[in-house]
């Protein structure tokens, strides 16, 4: 056997090995770079993997200078769940309604948006009802199978029309001035082409 | 043995591990918590503020528009029966189909009503997914385009459309429909909801009817889907 080979191969001292790291940077900073600019971070409110319905009309609506968008995701549970379970989902919280009858996460639902609406910035409504509108558009993103029902209900919540801490009766209030009304509404929607 | 990094560097090298360590973890991180979702859009809509139990001020009594009623209902149901047989009707199609019915009517005022298939509103890439909407648009856009008041100018002015759709079916319905007499609007008006939402109050009035019930007995169902059934 010839000096420096040991079994067939060539016997390298080890501290003379060395690696070329330069194409491994090469690909993690392009995984890095796709990473970052392909993805959404989970943190936003959009994390329900729900099927939103298709429209025609859809379009990219951004948020305007000073106002505030809350997003408000509605997913039921017609199919599935005895007694129906409908889910009602703000600021990353869920709030569950199990039963018909249980108007918890309406109840909930308002209370976020009376927060929002007392630190809103408010403009008197143009049609002279009194009432001060808050700039806030609500983004209603509701599943597609979700019953129209629910979707409705929210709805009437978010408008200060029924009262879910009174069994969703009509609100009654004295004046305009004790309503905390919430009327610019999204629906969240898809393009028919999007896959 | 790792060369000493003060003779790596004396050597002109420099020391790619720590590097490596950060670009690997900003990775895994942006591996971890990102989401690849298709961009959503949405439909703007402004909810009226003076109907409704809030009070309002005087104003001198005025004749209520005409309003334009466009009714959902499960396919297969017709007008003259009473609101027990709708029940009826209506538990018998849920045990045939299941919870969520794949299709409904669509009716306008007293025209034929028109089927939505809902299978294709609620799959992403159905193929017959565009068809089926456009189906819908022209129906809507004809209807519409009959009751057409060309009297007023001004879009808000033209008679409310009120969508009527029956509280167990699904969203997507009511929303299509929606869709529906908002492209009308969007041809007559020539432009697209402003970004300015405090400006949305000059296009015509479309707003979805109030539930009608509140708890899921057999009565209130039926009467529910009397209603919608003969509405004109």
Redesign the interface.
Same mark, same amino acid.
């Given at each position: 056997m010839s000096e420096g080979k040991k079994n067939g191969r060539l016997a390298v001292p080890?501290?003379d090995i060395e690696v070329d790291?330069v194409p491994?940077?090469d690909v993690?900073?392009l995984?890095?770079l796709f990473?970052?600019l392909?993805?959404?971070?989970?943190?936003e409110t959009?994390?329900e993997q729900i099927?939103?319905?298709?429209?025609? #009309?859809?379009?990219?609506?951004?948020t305007?200078d000073n106002?505030e968008r809350i997003i408000v995701n509605?997913f039921g549970s017609? $199919?599935a769940g005895k007694p129906p379970r409908n889910t009602i989902r703000v600021n990353n919280v869920n709030y569950v309604a199990q039963g018909?009858?249980n108007f918890e996460a309406y109840q909930k639902l308002r209370q976020v948006l009376d927060a929002a609406y007392d630190r809103a910035e408010k403009?008197p409504?143009?049609?002279?009802?009194? &009432?001060m509108?808050p700039k806030v558009?609500l983004?209603i993103?509701?599943?597609?199978? #979700?019953?129209?029902?629910?979707?409705?209900?929210v709805?009437?919540v978010? $408008?200060?029309?029924i009262n879910p801490f009174d069994?969703?009766k009509?609100? #009654?209030? $004295? $004046?305009?001035a004790q309503?905390k009304? &919430?009327? &610019?509404?999204?629906?969240? #929607?898809?393009?028919?082409?999007?896959? | 043995m790792s060369e000493d990094p003060t003779e790596a560097m004396a050597k002109g090298k420099i020391d790619l591990v720590p590097m490596i360590d950060c670009i690997m973890l900003l990775l895994l991180f942006f591996i971890l918590t990102t989401k690849f979702t298709a961009d959503e859009k949405a439909i703007a809509s402004l909810l009226p503020t003076d109907k409704g139990q809030a009070p309002t001020p005087q104003t001198t009594p005025v004749e209520p528009p005409k309003m334009i009623n466009v009714c959902i209902y499960p396919e297969g149901l017709v007008k003259g029966f009473q609101p027990s047989e709708y029940q009826a009707k209506y538990e018998a199609l849920k045990k045939t189909v299941g919870d969520v019915l794949p299709t409904a009517y669509l009716r306008m005022g007293g025209s034929e009503a028109i089927v939505l298939d809902g299978n294709s509103f609620s799959r992403k890439g159905h193929k017959e997914l565009q068809a089926n909407i456009e189906i819908v648009h022209q129906h809507v856009h004809q209807k519409l385009l009959e009751r057409e008041n060309s009297a007023v100018a001004l879009r808000k002015l033209q008679d409310p459309v009120v969508i009527h759709c029956f509280s167990g079916l699904s969203w997507k319905f009511a929303l299509v429909a929606y869709d529906a007499v908002r492209n009308y609007e969007g041809s007559k008006m020539g432009s697209k909801m402003s970004k300015d939402p405090s400006e949305w109050d000059n296009a015509r009035e479309v707003s979805f009817a109030p539930p009608r019930i509140r708890n899921y007995s057999a009565r209130e169902l039926g009467n529910e889907l009397y209603e919608i059934v003969n509405m004109q």
């Open positions: 080890v501290d790291l491994m940077i993690v900073f995984l890095l990473f970052m392909c993805g959404h971070i989970t943190m959009r994390v099927t939103v319905p298709p429209t025609k #009309t859809a379009q990219k609506l951004d305007p106002w509605v017609t $199919s018909i009858d403009f409504d143009p049609k002279n009802t009194g &009432f509108l558009v983004e993103r509701a599943d597609a199978d #979700t019953e129209y029902r629910v979707v409705q209900e709805q009437q978010v $408008s200060g029309s069994g969703m009509p609100m #009654t209030i $004295s $004046s305009p309503a009304p &919430f009327v &610019f509404l999204n629906f969240t #929607t898809r393009s028919p082409g999007d896959k | -």
